[in-house]
């Protein structure tokens, strides 16, 4: 396209012309002064004329809008346009067109940039994908790639499909499902999701998802739909409109009618655009779901919004989302001296070997670790339920559990292992002994690492004006006192099982709380469901609890969860404003026409400005706010498990390196 | 046989637009369903290919003033 035709074909060549035709005509009046009578009133026709080009496109538009029995804003505003220039207000006629004309250009632009989140998503979809077919590559459309098929990534292509790597190793952008900028490491058996970008290396993917069936299609999807569901207050906001603009229009030919009075009439018309009432709150809500999913936050939709916005009791389950859920060792105290650290660790793995005792893993995890040689299986293992297990290791019997196995195996419990276990015990930790042929050696002892970033949700979501964070356990109370001390949660509510975590929910909603309530969605999904606002964290992957979820988090990071609430207080702040400006305008235009001093042309700049001012106080949610990228980085993990002090007993912690 | 096509527009600045390209296209012959989302300005139609084709719909979007075009999702 020509630069020429460009400039025609662009959104601001109609109101620059109309302009300049404006500006023609007040120099020609300027200059020439009034017309001699006789001569042609150049100053008139050119306002006319800047009126017929700023307002035949309205024109058209209001004769479409008719075809579809549609009474538009276009109609009123050609009407009064169009009356003007009858009445010989040439001025105003210009004006009314001019002003509408460069306020709706701006308005398209900027109404889009509120919707440029979900454009670019939409645009992060990769069109074609390279798949492996007979060992030859083939660009195919991304769409075409049939599941379980192998599509080759590429170092700066984007991935086309959800799939696993196969082969390869790279690193992967992720921002667009997860809205975290650091690249995450891809090696065999990893996910990957169409839409994020290879940023090194080359990966093989065998797909798992393809066109609609993505993640990135998903969120799309759920983001649209979020966009479209209409919150209470837009309700309203529709009803008020849909009397209002035909309530002027009725009003405005009555007083046209009894008062004789055509200029009033028509500046009625022109204030009758329902322009900033009908925008002001979806404005507002697709710039806020907008901004929440480039964060990686996916929220249901307007009503969610408000609803969050108004959160002040936060329900957290412990395991899995407090803590990472999977148990780690973390104390190895040694009660023998004839042993040492090393050949507790040696002897427990070598017992555990093969085991489904809770402890095999974090036990075979930490030998591996500390480098002690993995000796093979014991020549016997027998489970003693609920207590721990035996094992014969070469020759001697092994007993690993807590004291009442010790007891069942007749060893002496004598201080220095009671003392040992109680101490562990009360740091939240769950201790097992460890006895050789009836004597106690050891006490292991492991813990469920507490998230880096759990303090951090819980002090952030203070910040956000969260009164109470109280945390809902299926685990013990000692545990969970531990974790809640060291996350700095308000409440602990232990020993639960899942219908008693609903049940505390519904307590804390009878007592007048909103309740956000944050789980895995698994164990924790009727609490979730019955809670105002239910929290799915780590969604990406899983299409359905983004479809589901009130608030998804694409990533498991605690720390969105602060930022999804303040997003919500903001959005619904921009609401408020928002609507506020529109209901003041309409009242100061009605009075401002009542009691005379609003004309047609300030009329219709003050409608435009209002429509401007409430688009642009909707962008404002599309800006990140420093704050947030702050927090982002004054995350360092601190270490989670602070060693037992030493006046207890010799304890050491994995945490150290080994000496 | 109906099919389900989804266009993205551009550039809906008011609700207005929604009701005038509900009923540009839901007046076509084949178009069984038309729905309009004005805040992600995405159009839905439920239409019967034979009768009407996606660049048909495309053309109709076109006549009520808006540029519109067919997406995968």
């Not at chain 1, 813990?447 to 109280?470: F, W």
Request: include cysteine; hydrophobic fraction near 50%; aromatic fraction near 2%.
């Amino acid at each position: 396209m020509s630069a020429v035709r460009r400039l025609i074909r662009s959104r601001w060549s109609i109101p620059a012309a109309a302009g300049a035709l404006i500006l023609a005509s007040f120099a020609v009046s300027g200059l020439v002064g009034p017309a001699p009578a006789g001569a042609l009133p150049w100053a008139d026709v050119l306002m006319i004329a800047a009126a017929m080009v700023a307002g035949t496109p309205i024109v058209v538009s209001a004769v479409r809008a008719l075809r579809a029995k549609v009474i538009g804003i276009d109609l009123l505003v050609s009407v009064a346009a169009i009356g003007a220039v009858v009445i010989g207000n040439h001025w105003e006629a210009a004006a009314v067109t001019f002003l509408f004309a460069i306020g709706h250009a701006l308005e398209a632009a900027t109404l889009n940039k509120t919707r440029s989140a979900l454009a670019e998503l939409v645009a992060v979809a990769p069109d074609t994908a390279i798949v492996l077919r007979d060992g030859s590559q083939h660009e195919v459309p991304a769409a075409s790639v049939a599941i379980g098929e192998t599509v080759l990534v590429k170092n700066g292509a984007k991935v086309p499909v959800d799939g696993v790597v196969e082969h390869g190793a790279g690193a992967v952008d992720e921002a667009s499902i997860t809205g975290e900028s650091l690249p995450v490491e891809k090696a065999d058996g990893d996910q990957v999701f169409a839409g994020t970008m290879v940023t090194a290396g080359v990966l093989q993917v065998r797909a798992t998802g393809v066109g609609a069936d993505t993640t990135l299609a998903h969120i799309i999807h759920r983001v649209e739909e979020a966009q479209d569901a209409k919150a209470k207050t837009q309700a309203f906001m529709d009803r008020f409109s849909a009397w209002y603009t035909p309530g002027i229009i009725l009003l405005a030919l009555a007083l046209g009618l009894i008062m004789q009075d055509v200029v009033l009439a028509l500046t009625l018309l022109v204030i009758g655009c329902p322009g900033a009432l009908v925008i002001s709150i979806p404005v507002a809500i697709v710039a806020g779901i907008g901004r929440g999913a480039k964060d990686g936050i996916l929220i249901k939709g307007g009503e969610y919004l408000e609803t969050a916005a108004k959160i002040d009791v936060v329900a957290v389950d412990k395991t899995g989302t407090l803590t990472e859920g999977t148990p780690q060792l973390t104390d190895v105290v040694v009660l023998d001296d004839t042993y040492d650290r090393r050949r507790v660790l040696a002897l427990a793995a070598r017992a555990e070997a093969g085991s489904e005792h809770p402890l095999a893993r974090p036990v075979l995890e930490a030998a591996a670790r500390e480098g002690v040689p993995a000796a093979g299986l014991p020549e016997h293992t027998e489970p003693v339920p609920g207590k721990g297990i035996v094992a014969t290791v070469d020759g001697r019997r092994v007993a690993i559990g807590n004291l009442a196995l010790l007891q069942a195996e007749n060893v002496e419990v004598d201080e220095r292992l009671a003392t040992a276990v109680d101490r562990l015990a009360a740091a939240g930790r769950t201790p097992m002994a460890v006895s050789v042929d009836g004597r106690p050696v050891a006490v292991l002892a492991m813990a469920d690492r507490i998230r880096p970033e759990a303090a951090t949700m819980v002090a952030g979501l203070h910040r956000a004006g969260v009164r109470r964070v109280v945390m809902l356990t299926g685990d013990a109370a000692r545990v969970a006192a531990a974790v809640a001390a060291e996350v700095g949660v308000d409440e602990v509510q232990a020993g639960l099982l899942p219908e008693q975590k609903l049940a505390a929910v519904r307590a804390l909603q009878a007592a007048g709380h909103v309740v956000a309530m944050v789980g895995d969605g698994v164990n924790d999904a009727p609490a979730l469901a019955v809670a105002d606002i239910g929290v799915a964290m780590g969604a990406a992957g899983t299409g359905v609890a983004i479809e589901t979820a009130d608030v998804a988090l694409m990533q498991d990071d605690l720390r969105k969860l602060p930022q999804a609430v303040s997003l919500a207080r903001r959005t619904v702040g921009v609401m408020r404003q928002n609507v506020a400006v529109a209901m003041i305008t309409v009242a100061a235009l009605l009075a401002g026409v009542v009691f005379g001093g609003v004309t047609m042309a300030i009329g219709m700049l003050v409608h435009e400005l209002s429509v401007l001012a409430v688009i642009a106080n909707a962008m404002r949610l599309l800006r990140r706010r420093a704050a947030v990228e702050r927090a982002k980085r004054v995350e360092s993990p601190r270490p989670v498990h602070t060693p037992l002090s030493p006046s207890s007993v010799e304890a050491t912690t994995l945490s150290k390196e080994p000496s | 046989m109906n099919t389900h096509t989804t266009l993205r527009a551009e550039g809906f600045s008011c609700p207005s637009c929604v009701n005038k390209i509900e009923k540009q296209v839901g007046r076509l012959d084949g178009v069984d369903d038309v729905k309009v989302h004005f805040a992600s300005s995405r159009i839905e139609v439920d239409h019967d290919p034979t009768l009407i084709g996606v660049d048909d719909l495309v053309a109709a979007v076109g006549k009520a003033g808006y540029t519109a075009a067919p997406s995968a999702f």
